[in-house]
């Protein structure tokens, strides 16, 4: 019935800085298709921004896999992003940010 997700939207309250900030952190690249809307494709699935007057972050935690953990906190604290200490689980390890609005996300190495 279901084989992948499709879309993940974030409602923020200034779609620009939202992409500013994604670019800027994790060097993603993003269409802005105007002020309401822009996404850009993180493996098969689209990440997209839409405006939105009352964003309630905190309701979803998404994850960013990358190859390299410790490579990648090092990267986005170097550019001046507040990560959370590495947790190394048996599944993989991983370690938490927040974005400019609140959003909370995660840099996730498989094991």
């Known amino acids: 019935m279901i084989d992948a997700i499709e879309v993940v939207?974030?409602?923020?309250?200034?779609v620009a800085a939202a992409v500013a900030f994604y670019e800027r952190a994790l060097g993603?690249?993003?269409e802005q298709f105007d002020e309401h809307w822009a996404e850009t494709r993180v493996g098969g699935t689209?990440?997209?921004?839409h405006l939105g007057e009352r964003a309630e972050p905190g309701t979803a935690?998404?994850?960013f896999r990358v190859d390299d953990i410790d490579e990648s906190v090092a990267l986005l604290r170097d550019r001046g992003i507040d990560v959370g200490e590495?947790?190394?689980?048996p599944h993989g390890s991983f370690?938490?940010?927040?974005?400019?609005?609140?959003y909370?996300?995660?840099l996730f190495q498989p094991a």
């Open 61 to 63: 935690i998404f994850d």
């Open 104 to 106: 909370r996300a995660e």
């Open 86 to 89: 590495i947790t190394r689980v």
């Open 28 to 30: 993603l690249s993003f």
């Open 95 to 102: 370690a938490q940010f927040r974005d400019l609005n609140g």
């Open 9 to 14: 939207y974030l409602y923020v309250p200034d």
């Open 46 to 49: 689209r990440f997209a921004f």
